[in-house]
């Protein structure tokens, strides 16, 4: 009788395959309980400190798993990661962020999937890897240099990936790894040379040199040589000497603050539900509670503003339409600007006729400088219209699309980075909306003579979620970038002064002594902001995503060397088998 055919051989072959199939799905439950559990670095939970080791997981499984596998473990962390972080969409229809995190996985997924070949080519010698996989899991008298190189080309490849995700298919930079230190000044002063992607840079260097540590120390070897953590003691000094340039920076630019104009800007932050859409009774309500809140703004005893700021469309009705609402809006706020002779920015639809075709009417999403005697003085609109939801890509060409995907409406985008003078000198390049998290938006007013940066959004599309404290955390690294400060009015909550620091100077409200500009509620104040009066560009407002040419170049020189390594092993292995094959042809002969 074949053992092998027994029942009791053919019960344990059923149990062994029964305990593979429970490890793979507990490993995948695993995976996604670590993906899950990292998005907690992010608004609101905020637990910062997790970034610097919460890569550890899919690290650490991209060195120890085979690539079949890592592709399917590490597209579940990432799916659990993107999907965790933007599950705040579902506010709009449930199944957006399903989808959507698809695609967002994919990237952490490519990231992962360059740690194995990097590690086995990079770091261990051609002919230990010919001695088999023994000698290859044993192996740990790794190259310091090499190390250090296979650390900072796994940073420079997420930085890549970060940058990348932020035009393709029109862009969304949010959440980077960055966004999780918003709050932690020393670290993020660097924004100012390499833009937000230096602090991810940093980040996921720290993660690296912790798994290359982790990898030496429970590598099987009879050795019990001290284990070196070369690569660890570089990152932390590399963390140290970025959050000491960040204090000098921070001294620095407090210094800077003494040559400003004292500007008192009025915000109004109505706290109105998403009416994008409004009856003429929502639109009324709406109207209202703007104009009763800015006339508070003048109430004896306070500090009159120099201007007084609406957030995005807080009035759902066009104010230039030739409709009846139309003509009371600007009724309203012409009788504001007449009295108090102040001049206001709103949010407000804009139309235009297009200059092509005066039969076609271009709708905008506009911020308006209102001023007394003038009207409308100036207007900027917004350059990134938000894609399904401020317009449908290539409805043009395929109009099914549009009634397919489309919520009613195609805006056109702005055509200009123009700023809007707010005064004789206070010159406010105007965010609206999420293009506040676009460093190339900001970026470009401060390169056209911006000295303020003015966000006006409405986060009322989500008003259970964490999404307008991701906005506030993402729209900080603005400031940095390019050491302007930002003026913040947001319909629902986060209207706040953040200085070119980063930090928080002023907001609607307080809690335990200082600015709170998470405070939801109706509520208007004057806030000063200290405008620098000709402010030095900083070097990314000049030069813009340089460091991320230099990741490249790093991570292309790593790929190279890991290349040639692979290419040696490959010679090295035809070789021996060549001087295999000719013994055993001597043999024969003999």
Same mark, same amino acid.
């Given at each position: 009788?074949?053992?092998?055919?027994?029942? $009791?051989?053919?019960?344990?072959?059923?149990?062994?395959?029964?305990?593979?199939?429970?490890? *793979?799905?507990?490993?995948?439950?695993?995976?996604?309980?670590?993906?899950?559990?990292?998005?907690?670095?992010?608004?609101?939970?905020?637990?910062?400190?997790?970034?610097?080791?919460?890569?550890?997981?899919?690290?650490? #499984?991209?060195?120890?798993?085979?690539?079949?596998?890592?592709?399917?473990?590490?597209?579940?962390?990432?799916?659990?990661?993107?999907?965790?972080?933007? =599950?705040?969409?579902?506010? *709009?229809?449930?199944?957006?962020?399903?989808?959507?995190?698809? +695609?967002?996985?994919?990237?952490?997924?490519?990231?992962?999937?360059?740690?194995?070949?990097?590690?086995?080519?990079?770091?261990?010698?051609?002919?230990?890897?010919?001695?088999?996989?023994?000698?290859?899991?044993?192996?740990?008298?790794?190259?310091?240099? +090499?190390?250090?190189?296979?650390?900072?080309?796994?940073?420079?490849?997420?930085?890549?990936?970060?940058?990348?995700?932020?035009?393709?298919?029109?862009?969304?930079?949010?959440?980077?790894?960055?966004?999780?230190?918003?709050?932690?000044?020393?670290?993020?002063?660097?924004?100012?040379?390499?833009?937000?992607?230096?602090?991810?840079?940093?980040?996921?260097?720290?993660?690296?040199?912790?798994?290359? =540590?982790?990898?030496?120390?429970?590598?099987?070897?009879?050795?019990?040589?001290?284990?070196?953590?070369?690569?660890?003691?570089?990152?932390?000094?590399?963390? +140290?000497?970025?959050?000491?340039?960040?204090?000098?920076?921070?001294?620095?630019?407090?210094? $800077?603050? /003494?040559?400003?104009?004292?500007?008192?800007?009025?915000?109004?932050?109505?706290?109105?539900?998403?009416?994008?859409?409004?009856?003429?009774?929502?639109?009324?309500?709406?109207?209202?509670?703007?104009?009763?809140?800015?006339?508070?703004?003048?109430?004896?005893?306070?500090?009159?503003?120099?201007?007084?700021?609406?957030?995005?469309?807080?009035?759902?009705?066009?104010?230039?339409?030739?409709?009846?609402?139309?003509?009371?809006?600007?009724?309203?706020?012409?009788?504001?600007?007449?009295?108090?002779?102040?001049? =206001?920015?709103?949010?407000?639809?804009?139309?235009?006729?297009?200059?092509?075709?005066?039969?076609?009417?271009?709708?905008?999403?506009?911020?308006?400088?209102?001023?007394?005697?003038?009207?409308?003085?100036?207007?900027?609109?917004? $350059?990134?219209?938000?894609?399904?939801?401020?317009?449908?890509?290539?409805?043009?060409?395929?109009?099914?699309?549009?009634?397919?995907?489309?919520?009613?409406?195609? +805006?056109?985008?702005?055509?200009?980075?123009?700023?809007?003078?707010?005064?004789? $000198?206070?010159?406010?390049?105007?965010?609206?909306? #999420?293009?506040?998290? #676009?460093?190339?938006?900001?970026?470009?007013?401060?390169?056209?003579?911006?000295?303020?940066?003015?966000?006006? /959004?409405?986060?009322?599309?989500?008003?259970?979620?964490?999404?307008?404290?991701?906005?506030?955390?993402?729209?900080?690294?603005?400031?940095?970038?390019?050491?302007?400060?930002?003026?913040?009015?947001?319909?629902?909550?986060?209207?706040?002064?953040?200085?070119?620091?980063?930090?928080?100077?002023?907001?609607?409200?307080?809690?335990?002594?200082?600015?709170?500009?998470?405070?939801?509620?109706?509520?208007?104040?004057?806030?000063?902001?200290?405008?620098?009066?000709?402010?030095?560009?900083t070097f990314y407002t000049r030069y813009g995503d340089v460091f991320i040419g230099l990741c490249g170049m790093l991570f292309l020189l790593a790929l190279a060397g890991a290349a040639l390594n692979w290419k040696l092993e490959k010679s090295l292995l035809s070789a021996a088998r060549t001087g295999e094959g000719a013994a055993e042809g001597d043999s024969s002969r003999m």
């Amino acid at each position: 009788m074949d053992v092998s055919d027994s029942p $009791e051989m053919r019960g344990a072959r059923r149990l062994a395959f029964a305990s593979g199939r429970l490890r *793979i799905v507990l490993e995948l439950f695993g995976a996604a309980l670590c993906g899950w559990a990292y998005a907690g670095i992010f608004e609101e939970v905020s637990i910062s400190f997790l970034a610097w080791f919460g890569l550890l997981p899919l690290l650490m #499984y991209a060195l120890y798993r085979p690539v079949k596998y890592l592709i399917a473990y590490a597209y579940i962390w990432s799916y659990a990661w993107s999907l965790t972080s933007f =599950f705040w969409l579902r506010e *709009i229809m449930w199944f957006i962020p399903f989808v959507l995190c698809l +695609l967002l996985a994919v990237f952490p997924t490519l990231w992962a999937l360059s740690v194995p070949f990097l590690f086995r080519n990079l770091l261990i010698p051609a002919e230990v890897r010919l001695e088999g996989a023994d000698a290859v899991r044993s192996f740990r008298k790794f190259n310091p240099f +090499l190390e250090i190189a296979f650390c900072l080309a796994l940073a420079a490849w997420w930085s890549i990936l970060e940058w990348t995700k932020s035009w393709l298919f029109t862009g969304l930079p949010w959440n980077y790894l960055a966004a999780s230190q918003w709050k932690t000044l020393s670290v993020i002063q660097i924004c100012e040379y390499t833009g937000v992607y230096g602090v991810s840079f940093l980040i996921v260097t720290v993660n690296a040199a912790l798994g290359l =540590f982790l990898k030496k120390l429970l590598a099987p070897s009879k050795e019990r040589a001290y284990v070196r953590p070369y690569a660890l003691i570089f990152a932390c000094a590399l963390l +140290l000497f970025a959050m000491t340039a960040g204090a000098s920076l921070l001294k620095h630019r407090r210094s $800077e603050f /003494t040559d400003t104009v004292a500007f008192q800007a009025g915000i109004v932050q109505p706290n109105l539900s998403q009416r994008r859409q409004a009856n003429a009774e929502k639109a009324a309500e709406a109207l209202e509670v703007c104009t009763s809140l800015s006339r508070a703004l003048f109430q004896d005893g306070k500090v009159k503003p120099d201007v007084v700021i609406w957030p995005e469309t807080a009035v759902p009705c066009s104010y230039n339409a030739a409709s009846e609402f139309s003509g009371r809006y600007r009724a309203e706020l012409f009788s504001l600007l007449l009295k108090h002779q102040v001049p =206001f920015v709103i949010g407000s639809i804009y139309l235009e006729r297009n200059a092509l075709d005066p039969e076609k009417i271009d709708v905008y999403n506009s911020a308006l400088l209102l001023k007394p005697g003038h009207g409308v003085a100036d207007f900027y609109s917004k $350059e990134h219209i938000v894609p399904f939801g401020e317009y449908v890509p290539y409805s043009e060409t395929f109009p099914w699309l549009a009634r397919a995907a489309g919520m009613g409406r195609n +805006l056109t985008r702005g055509k200009r980075f123009n700023s809007l003078e707010l005064s004789p $000198e206070v010159r406010a390049g105007v965010s609206i909306c #999420y293009e506040d998290v #676009y460093a190339y938006v900001s970026r470009n007013h401060a390169r056209n003579g911006a000295n303020v940066l003015l966000v006006i /959004t409405n986060d009322a599309w989500y008003p259970t979620s964490f999404e307008p404290a991701q906005h506030f955390a993402n729209a900080v690294f603005r400031t940095l970038e390019t050491r302007l400060p930002m003026i913040r009015c947001g319909n629902l909550d986060y209207s706040a002064v953040i200085l070119p620091n980063g930090r928080i100077a002023a907001a609607l409200a307080e809690q335990n002594g200082r600015p709170d500009p998470s405070w939801r509620g109706r509520a208007s104040a004057t806030l000063s902001v200290p405008v620098p009066r000709n402010p030095e560009p900083t070097f990314y407002t000049r030069y813009g995503d340089v460091f991320i040419g230099l990741c490249g170049m790093l991570f292309l020189l790593a790929l190279a060397g890991a290349a040639l390594n692979w290419k040696l092993e490959k010679s090295l292995l035809s070789a021996a088998r060549t001087g295999e094959g000719a013994a055993e042809g001597d043999s024969s002969r003999m």
